[in-house]
């Protein structure tokens, strides 16, 4: 998935909504680059100081691990999205750049920003 910041949803907000020319704009907001599950997490333990790693479950066990807490027809959703993922991960904008004038914020400095979360 190409995550973006928080920050960056908040700048694209803060300009569309003061400044000239976005009334009626629809923005489409993505990351800066798709990026694994598997990646995201180490470079949240990168981030955090602290070794982390992903493992896959079988989809049964997923699948039966998140019925204990979600209606079915949500769980089926959510699986399917993510195996999706995979092979279609997402496409990237340039719209944080086009509406702020600067380069969206990377997965890596979001890490950085929650570190603590982390620890």
């Known amino acids: 998935m190409p995550l973006i ?11 569309a909504l003061t400044g000239d020319g976005h009334a009626g704009a629809k923005y489409t907001l993505t990351g800066t680059r798709p990026l694994t599950q598997a990646e995201q997490v180490r470079v949240i333990g990168e981030a955090a100081g602290r070794p982390a790693h ?11 691990a998140l019925l204990t807490r979600m ?11 993510f195996r999706e993922l995979v092979t ?9 750049q086009d509406v702020t004038g600067r380069p969206g914020l990377d997965f890596e400095v979001w890490a ?3 570190a603590a979360s982390f620890r």
Not at 5 to 15: F, G, L, S, T
Request: charged share 30%.
């Open 88 to 96: 279609k991960p997402g496409e990237v904008t340039s719209t944080v």
């Open 5 to 15: 910041h928080e920050k960056d949803i908040a700048a694209v907000a803060v300009e």
């Open 54 to 64: 992903w493992a896959e479950l079988p989809l049964d066990e997923a699948r039966a």
């Open 112 to 114: 950085a920003d929650h």
């Open 71 to 81: 209606p079915d027809f949500v769980v089926d959703t959510m699986l399917t999205g």
